[in-house]
């Protein structure tokens, strides 16, 4: 094949997604903003990406378990206390935390500074659920542990009742993460 033909069949719009500063979908919950960088659209719905920033004392959610992907989370900025069943892990920036299928976790800033993580869900299945909480919220409906749990639900997700017990069954908060 000649360099012309090889050239002429490149194509004219290549399967690359660039997202450039402040570009993305924003999602707003509360203290939490989250900036989705990759939805899964791009990715044949294998990964999707998001950067999040969480505010000073943000509370984390409750402990839960999602039964069909991955979550990583690589802190960019400040520090992010995960909770894995009964440990705590204090992650600066700089530390990658993969939470497997199954296992029970919740994350919270519990600095006086905010933090900056990226957040990595494979499949993309649960950028979804972000969406359907701010949905919630712009639909003027409080985000009540019960309304978080069904949409928990909806996306492979429940609540690891046996370390979260209190937590679940307060009133949601205004963070993101009283939700996630």
Same mark, same amino acid.
């Given at each position: 094949?000649?360099?012309?033909?090889? *050239?002429?069949?490149?194509?004219t719009d290549?399967a690359?997604?660039v997202?450039?500063?402040?570009e993305?979908?924003?999602i707003?919950?509360?203290?939490?903003? %989250?900036?989705?960088?990759?939805?899964g659209? $791009?990715?044949g719905?294998?990964?999707?990406?998001?950067?999040s920033?969480?505010?000073p004392?943000?509370?984390?959610?409750?402990? $839960?378990r $999602?039964?069909?992907?991955?979550e990583?989370?690589y802190i960019?900025?400040g520090?992010?206390?995960?909770t894995v069943?009964?440990?705590d892990h @204090? #992650?600066t920036?700089g *530390?990658?935390? %993969?939470v497997?299928? /199954?296992?029970p976790?919740t994350?919270?800033n519990?600095?006086d500074?905010?933090?900056? %993580?990226?957040?990595?869900f494979t499949? @993309?299945l649960?950028?979804?659920?972000?969406r @359907?909480?701010q949905?919630?919220?712009a639909?003027?409906r409080?985000l009540?542990?019960? #309304?978080n749990i @069904?949409a %928990?639900?909806?996306?492979a997700?429940?609540p690891?009742t046996?370390? #979260?017990? /209190?937590? #679940?069954?307060e009133p949601? /908060?205004?963070s993101?993460?009283?939700l996630a």
């Amino acid at each position: 094949m000649t360099e012309e033909a090889k *050239t002429s069949q490149l194509p004219t719009d290549p399967a690359v997604s660039v997202v450039g500063p402040g570009e993305g979908e924003t999602i707003v919950l509360g203290t939490t903003r %989250m900036r989705v960088l990759e939805d899964g659209s $791009h990715t044949g719905h294998r990964l999707a990406i998001a950067e999040s920033v969480l505010a000073p004392h943000t509370q984390g959610p409750p402990q $839960h378990r $999602h039964a069909r992907h991955d979550e990583g989370f690589y802190i960019l900025s400040g520090t992010v206390r995960f909770t894995v069943g009964d440990k705590d892990h @204090d #992650a600066t920036a700089g *530390t990658l935390v %993969m939470v497997a299928p /199954g296992t029970p976790h919740t994350f919270a800033n519990v600095s006086d500074q905010p933090a900056v %993580m990226l957040s990595t869900f494979t499949p @993309d299945l649960y950028v979804q659920y972000f969406r @359907d909480l701010q949905d919630v919220l712009a639909g003027g409906r409080p985000l009540t542990p019960q #309304a978080n749990i @069904d949409a %928990m639900s909806r996306y492979a997700t429940e609540p690891a009742t046996d370390f #979260a017990a /209190g937590p #679940a069954a307060e009133p949601a /908060g205004n963070s993101a993460a009283d939700l996630a």
